[in-house]
């Protein structure tokens, strides 16, 4: 017979590990399921320096940090994707392309996705010149020319990241000014490696085997051309009698760096949760979904902040909600 879990998480990341801390400690049996890499998206942060108590880690180093805490507490984990949850007499089944699971309670923590550019060509240059992942892939572009889109914290950090490695940096963003932290922004100014090109966006993605260029279009006052671009050609365009010049230019780079943001990817769940317009799962404070004992954690859930620390609070909530619920229950199910 299939044992029976009293908490199962999907998801690895810091709100799912956080999650496993907590019901490990309280004495629960605890699986936590991972699709790919436990740590999630903190594992590519070159550089954590927001986390209370710690003035400084490298992300990989926090994510192992915490992976060897739940290993140490014995908690049950399982490499597997899950394709659908389901409930069937108060019990919780997940069902994994590998392997079918059953528990007491369901914690959803599996986080975002990469938002993509969306551009011709992109699917075919991932891996080629087409990188979510300055700290994963940064060594193979040492002293080459790369370009970062995007305009907050994660786009920043890429670029400052690589511009300890590469020869140049173009640091697109489609609007006149970044988002991201202050202090970040500062060393991006500071960087004497880091070309800033503002109001740009990415049209075009040019190679044979690899990415070779970069087409571009820009709106500025200037109309010369940005250093290393093959070519331009201007636009103009009249909007409310005032003159604006957009400039298309093509910049040959090695890689394309994309932090353009996050996308949540929770409709595996929409049978059992809600998901609010940008597709999040909609849960209170406590965690707690339209499903009694399942809960939503960390990045997936519908709220306005979403940081490192906010991931743990997450994850502590929803295990410290399932435990009451476990506790509360008079017979096992």
Known sequence: MKKIYDITIIGGGIAGMTAAIYGCRSGKDVLI???????GQIISTSEIENYPGLSSIKGYSFALDLYQQIDRMNADKANDDVLSVR????????EGKKDSYKCRTAIIAVG???RALSLPGEEK???KGISYCATCDGAFYKNKTVAVVGGGNTALEEALYLSLLCKEVYLIHRRDKFSGENTL????????????????????LHGKDFLEKIEILTERKSSDPISGSSYEQSYKNVE???????FAEVLEIECLFTAIG???????FSNITDLDENGYIIADETCKTRTIGVFAA???RSKELRQLVTAASDGAAAASEAIKLLNTQTTKI
Do not use: A, M, W, Y
Request: aromatic share 6%; glycine share 8%; charged share 20%.
């Open 298 to 300: 960390g990045d997936c």
């Open 112 to 114: 975002t996705k990469n």
């Open 262 to 268: 996050q996308i949540p990817q929770n409709s595996s």
């Open 125 to 127: 240059f991932i891996g």
């Open 240 to 246: 409310n009698g005032h003159s604006q010049e957009t």
């Open 185 to 204: 922004q500062k060393r991006v100014f500071e960087s004497k490696n880091i070309k800033i090109l503002f109001n740009t966006k990415v049209i075009g």
């Open 33 to 39: 399921i991972e699709r790919s890499v436990f740590g």
């Open 87 to 94: 409930t069937e007499d108060n019990i919780i089944i997940i």
